[in-house]
């Protein structure tokens, strides 16, 4: 496989969703580098795939190569715990957004991942802004296992975690799957919700 990077423009505060307490009033953009621009987002194709979970929840990404990825995320007081440190389900979200990032960098066009398993293991509590990595520790045909971690804008390690994803096909949600699965294959019959 030939050296991928992707580039894309992602909006972090989208229009449609409120901002969150404390961001800046414009939506940032960041943009990065590709080598073949077949790749790019007027072609279609998309590095971060739309999530209005994480789009709300601010997280930057900053690459995503060759199974490899990078992604920041400027705490804000809607992040923090009952401790005033980062929020442990927001630690851990980072850390799956990383692991994923870093394997569906090695996808094609018109491939997800979703997460088969993870395990996080917490270090000490984050502070200032969590930069999270991700690497891709073996790929099979179908599988991704990647490993990753978290530091602090102190450099302090917030955390390590380790995952499972599964390379999928994105489809289409609720009817519009039960229309592709009935075109790809003749045999099958609509169920009763399937109208």
Same mark, same amino acid.
């Given at each position: 496989?030939?050296?991928? =990077?992707?580039?894309?423009?992602?909006?972090?505060?989208?229009?449609? !969703?409120?901002?969150?307490? +404390?961001?800046? @009033?414009?939506?940032?953009?960041?943009?990065?580098?590709?080598?073949?621009?077949?790749?790019?987002?007027?072609? %279609?194709?998309?590095?971060?795939?739309?999530?209005?979970?994480?789009?709300?929840? +601010?997280?930057?990404?900053?690459? #995503?190569?060759? &199974?490899? @990825? =990078?992604?920041?995320?400027?705490?804000?007081?809607?992040?923090?715990?009952?401790?005033?440190?980062?929020? &442990?389900?927001?630690?851990?979200? !980072?850390?799956?957004?990383?692991? #994923?990032?870093?394997?569906?960098?090695? #996808?094609?066009? +018109?491939? *997800?991942?979703?997460?088969? =398993? /993870?395990?996080?293991?917490?270090?000490?509590? *984050?502070?200032? =802004?969590?930069?999270?990595? +991700?690497?891709?520790?073996?790929? $099979?045909?179908?599988?991704?296992?990647?490993?990753?971690?978290?530091?602090? $804008?102190?450099?302090?390690?917030?955390?390590? #975690?380790?995952?499972?994803?599964?390379? /999928?096909?994105?489809?289409?949600? *609720?009817?519009?799957?039960?229309?592709?699965? !009935?075109?790809?294959?003749? $045999?099958?019959?609509? &169920?009763?919700?399937? %109208?």
């Amino acid at each position: 496989m030939s050296r991928r =990077e992707i580039h894309h423009s992602v909006t972090l505060n989208p229009p449609n !969703l409120p901002k969150a307490p +404390g961001a800046p @009033s414009t939506p940032k953009s960041d943009t990065y580098a590709m080598t073949d621009p077949s790749t790019s987002s007027k072609a %279609g194709h998309s590095s971060m795939p739309e999530s209005p979970f994480v789009d709300r929840l +601010g997280a930057q990404l900053l690459s #995503a190569a060759d &199974g490899v @990825s =990078e992604l920041a995320l400027p705490l804000q007081p809607d992040h923090m715990n009952t401790w005033d440190v980062a929020h &442990g389900g927001v630690t851990m979200t !980072l850390a799956d957004v990383a692991l #994923a990032m870093a394997a569906r960098s090695l #996808a094609g066009d +018109g491939v *997800g991942v979703v997460t088969v =398993e /993870m395990k996080v293991n917490f270090m000490q509590p *984050g502070r200032g =802004e969590l930069r999270a990595t +991700g690497r891709v520790l073996h790929r $099979s045909t179908t599988l991704a296992y990647c490993e990753g971690e978290i530091r602090d $804008s102190e450099g302090h390690f917030v955390a390590k #975690a380790l995952g499972t994803f599964k390379y /999928m096909r994105r489809l289409a949600v *609720g009817r519009d799957v039960t229309q592709q699965r !009935l075109r790809s294959d003749p $045999s099958a019959k609509p &169920g009763p919700s399937d %109208g």
